[in-house]
């Protein structure tokens, strides 16, 4: 993996940390009917530190919204 042209291993962090929103959000989803729990709360607000896909090294930002069940 280090040796893959596309690694930046100052960005991992931030890398991480996208990965673990997406990952609580999911887990709400399917699991939890949709509601965001205290995690999934924790791990967006810790991901909306991230000001933008350059400061990952990404070209595009992962999309996301909040969506409203009822």
């Known amino acids: 993996l280090v040796?893959?042209?596309?690694?930046?291993?100052?960005?991992?962090?931030?890398?991480?940390?996208c990965y673990r929103y997406f990952k609580e959000l999911?887990?709400?989803l399917m699991h939890k009917g949709g509601i965001a729990?205290?995690?999934?709360?924790?791990?967006?607000?810790?991901?909306a530190t991230i000001p933008n896909a350059a400061a990952i090294g990404l070209?595009?930002?992962p999309q996301h919204?909040?969506?409203?069940r009822r």
Not at 3 to 17: A, G, K, Q, V
Not at 65 to 68: G, H, L, N
């Open 3 to 17: 040796l893959h042209p596309r690694f930046s291993f100052s960005h991992l962090e931030d890398y991480l940390t």
């Open 65 to 68: 919204s909040a969506v409203s």
């Open 26 to 28: 999911r887990n709400c």
């Open 37 to 47: 729990d205290q995690k999934c709360v924790d791990a967006y607000n810790d991901f």
């Open 59 to 61: 070209k595009e930002f």
